[in-house]
């Protein structure tokens, strides 16, 4: 099993930022992709980014590129998500997750995305 516990969500206003952090633990088999999805009330998650653990190879969705960072930190076993310049429409609770397959682990069906944290809030007002 792998147990992912996301941090580092908040409030801030538009074009602010924030940093969101996800710590890894457990196995490593399963988890060759890590990434973040987003939810809004009423909606489906969202992939936002992802980032393979061989290389850092990195996938962002056209809403947040330019302004979104996924990095990892392979001895802390911690995956970062750098929010820059964001806007009230990025508000949502922000979940950590990962899977086998790159970038696919944050298309978050049951068979692309293994594992999730429990969630992350951020709020950006305008």
């Known amino acids: 099993q792998v147990q992912l516990l996301e941090s580092g969500g908040g409030s801030v206003q538009a074009g602010g930022s924030l940093r969101l952090s996800c710590a890894i633990s457990g196995a490593t088999n399963g988890r060759n992709c890590v990434g973040w999805m987003r939810q809004v009330p009423g909606y489906g998650r969202e992939g936002v980014a992802a980032?393979?653990?061989?290389?850092?190879?990195?996938h962002y969705v056209d809403s947040v590129k330019g302004r979104f960072t996924i990095s990892q930190d392979n001895a802390k076993n911690t995956v970062y998500l750098e929010m820059n310049t964001l806007k009230p429409e990025d508000t949502a609770m922000y979940y950590c997750a990962a899977g086998p397959a790159f970038p696919l682990c944050i298309v978050g069906t049951s068979t692309t995305t293994h594992y999730w944290g429990q969630g992350t809030q951020v709020t950006v007002s305008s």
């Open positions: 980032i393979y653990s061989g290389d850092g190879q990195t």
